[in-house]
């Protein structure tokens, strides 16, 4: 069983930067693939960007790419993601989830996705 948490959320303006962080415990670090959604309120959970276990191949929402960058440390079981250029539309809890690496379905949806976090809140004003 893996525990994922969340940290580093919080309110920036427009045009800003922030950094969100995922610690994952209970399992193998290696072992799993990595993501990040992010549910807006009123909207449904989306895709944010994913990461191999090996770092070697990394995913992005059109929304999103140019602007974050989501990277893995395997030593400290901790996968981040940095968000720069951040828009009022960026504003959303964001969740980190882990599959294992050799599970089936796209790294887009929620259903590849076994453990997921608790979330964390990131609003940006305008």
């Known amino acids: 069983q893996v525990q994922l948490v969340e940290s580093g959320g919080g309110l920036v303006q427009a045009g800003g930067s922030l950094s969100v962080s995922c610690a994952a415990s209970g399992g193998t670090f290696s072992n799993y693939d990595m993501g990040w959604f992010r549910q807006a309120p009123g909207k449904e959970r989306e895709f944010v960007a994913a990461i191999r276990w090996n770092s070697g191949t990394t995913y992005y929402a059109d929304s999103v790419k140019g602007r974050f960058t989501i990277s893995r440390d395997n030593a400290k079981n901790t996968v981040y993601l940095q968000m720069n250029s951040l828009a009022p539309q960026d504003t959303a809890v964001y969740y980190c989830?882990?599959?294992?690496?050799?599970?089936?379905?796209?790294?887009?949806?929620?259903?590849?996705?076994?453990?997921w976090g608790q979330g964390t809140q990131v609003t940006v004003s305008s």
């Open positions: 989830a882990a599959t294992a690496r050799f599970a089936s379905g796209s790294y887009f949806l929620e259903t590849r996705y076994t453990y």
